[in-house]
């Protein structure tokens, strides 16, 4: 029942704006943090940004100063607002949940041209 739902993914021109959401749905422990991550082919599995139920946010030091991660705790929503996208931001990015366990979401597709 549990589930991840993904949303805001698509393709996008470099220097151009997206904003991904992540809504965590009919969870019944207490999320301690989200975030997410991102993939690309031929490549591991990078943290992008993370934010805890605190508040403590984590960036990439390749995203700083371009992506803002947020939430909604009521909600149990985590954003990705992403600006000034570059080609190598191209990945499927994967939403990442944890309480006592870790559970991730089916993943969005990134593409930015050049």
């Known amino acids: 029942q549990a589930r991840l739902v993904e949303s805001g993914g698509g393709l996008v021109q470099a220097g151009g704006s997206l904003r991904l959401s992540c809504v965590a749905s009919?969870?019944?422990?207490?999320?301690?943090?989200m975030g997410w991550y991102r993939q690309a082919p031929g490549k591991q599995r990078e943290l992008v940004a993370s934010?805890?139920?605190?508040?403590?946010?984590t960036y990439a030091d390749s995203v700083k100063g371009r992506f803002t991660i947020s939430r909604d705790n009521a909600a149990n929503t985590v954003y990705l607002q992403m600006n000034s996208l570059k080609p190598d931001d191209s990945a499927v990015y994967y939403c990442h949940l944890w309480d006592r366990f870790h559970y991730w979401g089916q993943g969005t597709q990134v593409t930015v041209s050049s």
């Open positions: 009919d969870w019944r422990s207490s999320i301690n943090g």
């Open positions: 934010i805890t139920s605190g508040g403590i946010t």
